[in-house]
Protein backbone atom coordinates (compact mmCIF):
# COMPACT_ATOMS: atom_id res chain seq x y z
CA UNK A 1 0.00 0.00 0.00
CA UNK A 2 1.62 3.37 -1.06
CA UNK A 3 1.08 6.40 1.62
CA UNK A 4 2.67 9.67 1.91
CA UNK A 5 4.06 10.04 5.34
CA UNK A 6 3.20 13.49 7.39
CA UNK A 7 6.91 15.36 8.24
CA UNK A 8 6.59 16.31 11.55
CA UNK A 9 8.86 19.37 12.57
CA UNK A 10 10.72 18.20 15.76
CA UNK A 11 13.15 20.45 17.70
CA UNK A 12 15.78 18.23 19.89
CA UNK A 13 16.32 20.60 23.00
CA UNK A 14 18.65 18.90 24.99
CA UNK A 15 21.50 17.12 22.47
CA UNK A 16 22.01 14.12 24.62
CA UNK A 17 18.79 13.25 22.69
CA UNK A 18 20.46 13.19 19.51
CA UNK A 19 21.11 9.40 20.47
CA UNK A 20 17.61 8.27 21.09
CA UNK A 21 15.36 10.00 18.65
CA UNK A 22 12.03 8.40 18.32
CA UNK A 23 11.34 5.95 15.86
CA UNK A 24 9.28 3.41 14.81
CA UNK A 25 10.40 -0.33 16.35
CA UNK A 26 8.67 -1.89 13.28
CA UNK A 27 7.05 -1.43 9.89
CA UNK A 28 3.64 -1.52 11.22
CA UNK A 29 4.24 0.27 14.90
CA UNK A 30 1.30 2.40 15.73
CA UNK A 31 3.97 4.84 17.62
CA UNK A 32 7.15 6.08 18.41
CA UNK A 33 7.97 5.40 21.68
CA UNK A 34 9.35 8.94 24.05
CA UNK A 35 11.82 8.52 26.85
CA UNK A 36 12.36 10.32 29.91
CA UNK A 37 15.06 12.82 29.77
CA UNK A 38 16.11 12.70 32.94
CA UNK A 39 19.98 13.64 35.04
CA UNK A 40 18.84 10.23 37.54
CA UNK A 41 16.83 8.11 37.85
CA UNK A 42 13.41 8.72 39.43
CA UNK A 43 11.69 6.81 41.79
CA UNK A 44 7.98 7.16 41.79
CA UNK A 45 6.21 5.96 45.00
CA UNK A 46 3.25 3.67 44.28
CA UNK A 47 0.37 6.59 44.05
CA UNK A 48 3.18 9.40 42.82
CA UNK A 49 2.64 11.46 39.41
CA UNK A 50 5.30 13.54 38.16
CA UNK A 51 5.81 15.46 34.89
CA UNK A 52 9.13 14.23 32.93
CA UNK A 53 10.44 16.05 29.57
CA UNK A 54 10.84 14.47 26.62
CA UNK A 55 13.50 17.06 25.28
CA UNK A 56 11.64 17.36 22.34
CA UNK A 57 9.04 19.64 20.43
CA UNK A 58 6.56 17.86 17.80
CA UNK A 59 4.99 21.10 15.75
CA UNK A 60 2.61 18.86 13.84
CA UNK A 61 0.70 22.14 12.39
CA UNK A 62 -1.44 20.64 10.53
CA UNK A 63 -5.04 20.57 12.20
CA UNK A 64 -6.35 17.52 10.68
CA UNK A 65 -3.61 15.57 12.76
CA UNK A 66 -3.00 15.17 16.17
CA UNK A 67 -0.64 13.52 18.64
CA UNK A 68 -1.63 11.20 21.36
CA UNK A 69 0.73 10.41 24.09
CA UNK A 70 0.44 6.44 25.08
CA UNK A 71 1.11 4.67 27.77
CA UNK A 72 3.22 1.43 26.99
CA UNK A 73 1.17 -1.70 27.67
CA UNK A 74 4.39 -3.29 29.77
CA UNK A 75 4.99 -0.46 31.79
CA UNK A 76 1.48 -0.17 32.21
CA UNK A 77 0.16 -3.87 32.95
CA UNK A 78 3.60 -5.06 34.41
CA UNK A 79 4.52 -2.02 36.68
CA UNK A 80 1.67 -0.15 36.94
CA UNK A 81 3.23 2.72 35.06
CA UNK A 82 0.65 4.65 33.15
CA UNK A 83 -0.42 8.59 32.65
CA UNK A 84 -1.34 10.93 35.22
CA UNK A 85 -4.16 12.50 32.48
CA UNK A 86 -4.58 8.66 31.42
CA UNK A 87 -4.11 10.09 27.32
CA UNK A 88 -2.14 12.94 26.60
CA UNK A 89 -3.66 15.01 23.58
CA UNK A 90 -1.13 17.00 21.55
CA UNK A 91 -2.55 19.82 19.55
CA UNK A 92 -1.59 20.86 15.84
CA UNK A 93 -0.60 23.90 16.83
CA UNK A 94 1.39 23.01 20.02
CA UNK A 95 4.77 23.88 19.97
CA UNK A 96 6.19 23.64 23.31
CA UNK A 97 8.32 20.34 24.80
CA UNK A 98 6.34 17.35 24.95
CA UNK A 99 5.76 16.49 28.42
CA UNK A 100 4.78 13.08 29.91
CA UNK A 101 2.30 12.92 33.25
CA UNK A 102 3.82 9.84 34.71
CA UNK A 103 1.86 8.28 37.25
CA UNK A 104 2.61 5.06 39.23
CA UNK A 105 -0.59 3.38 40.38
CA UNK A 106 0.71 0.04 41.56
CA UNK A 107 1.55 -0.95 44.63
CA UNK A 108 5.28 -1.31 44.23
CA UNK A 109 7.35 1.88 43.91
CA UNK A 110 9.28 1.40 40.47
CA UNK A 111 12.61 3.41 39.19
CA UNK A 112 12.28 5.41 35.78
CA UNK A 113 16.16 5.07 34.01
CA UNK A 114 17.36 8.23 31.78
CA UNK A 115 16.29 7.72 28.53
CA UNK A 116 13.99 4.69 29.16
CA UNK A 117 11.52 4.65 26.67
CA UNK A 118 8.33 5.15 29.12
CA UNK A 119 5.14 6.18 26.77
CA UNK A 120 4.59 6.70 22.78
CA UNK A 121 3.60 9.07 20.67
CA UNK A 122 0.80 8.12 17.85
CA UNK A 123 -0.02 10.41 15.20
CA UNK A 124 -3.98 10.45 14.45
CA UNK A 125 -6.68 12.28 12.65
CA UNK A 126 -8.89 14.23 13.47
CA UNK A 127 -12.04 16.27 12.32
CA UNK A 128 -12.78 19.78 13.73
CA UNK A 129 -16.19 20.54 13.39
CA UNK A 130 -18.67 23.05 13.46
CA UNK A 131 -22.05 23.07 15.37
CA UNK A 132 -25.60 23.47 13.68
CA UNK A 133 -27.83 24.52 16.41
CA UNK A 134 -31.40 22.77 16.13
CA UNK A 135 -34.53 22.30 18.15
CA UNK A 136 -34.55 18.17 17.43
CA UNK A 137 -33.01 15.45 15.62
CA UNK A 138 -34.30 13.33 13.58
CA UNK A 139 -35.08 9.16 15.16
CA UNK A 140 -31.84 7.43 15.42
CA UNK A 141 -32.03 3.52 16.41
CA UNK A 142 -30.54 4.13 19.41
CA UNK A 143 -31.87 7.44 20.73
CA UNK A 144 -30.83 8.74 23.79
CA UNK A 145 -29.78 5.01 24.93
CA UNK A 146 -26.54 4.87 26.65
CA UNK A 147 -23.82 3.40 29.18
CA UNK A 148 -25.06 -0.24 28.86
CA UNK A 149 -28.50 0.37 26.82
CA UNK A 150 -27.76 -2.47 24.33
CA UNK A 151 -27.15 -4.78 27.32
CA UNK A 152 -24.19 -7.11 28.44
CA UNK A 153 -24.49 -9.92 25.92
O1 LIG B 1 0.39 14.62 28.01
C1 LIG B 1 0.43 15.76 27.52
C2 LIG B 1 -0.73 16.50 27.26
C3 LIG B 1 -0.61 17.77 26.73
N1 LIG B 1 0.62 18.28 26.44
C4 LIG B 1 0.72 19.60 25.83
C5 LIG B 1 0.38 19.55 24.33
C6 LIG B 1 -1.02 20.04 24.26
O2 LIG B 1 -1.29 20.63 23.01
C7 LIG B 1 -1.04 21.04 25.40
C8 LIG B 1 -2.41 21.29 25.97
O3 LIG B 1 -2.98 20.08 26.33
P1 LIG B 1 -4.51 20.00 26.78
O4 LIG B 1 -5.36 20.83 25.87
O5 LIG B 1 -4.86 18.58 26.94
O6 LIG B 1 -4.42 20.63 28.24
P2 LIG B 1 -5.23 21.81 28.90
O7 LIG B 1 -5.20 21.53 30.34
O8 LIG B 1 -6.55 21.99 28.23
O9 LIG B 1 -4.26 23.05 28.62
P3 LIG B 1 -4.50 24.28 27.61
O10 LIG B 1 -5.35 25.23 28.34
O11 LIG B 1 -3.10 24.79 27.38
O12 LIG B 1 -5.11 23.77 26.35
O13 LIG B 1 -0.20 20.48 26.42
C9 LIG B 1 1.77 17.55 26.69
O14 LIG B 1 2.89 17.98 26.42
N2 LIG B 1 1.64 16.30 27.22
MG1 LIG C 1 -6.74 22.42 26.13
New binding site residues.
Partial sequence: MSSTRPRLQCKVLDERLLDYLPSYATAGSAGMDLRALLDEPLTLAPGDCELVRTGLAIYIEDPSLAGM?LPRSGLGHKHGIV?G?LV????SD?Q??????VWNRGQTSFTLAPFERLAQYVLVPVAQADLAIVNSFEDSTRGSGGFGSTGRQ
Avoid: C, F, P, T
Fill in positions: ILNGLIDYGELMIS
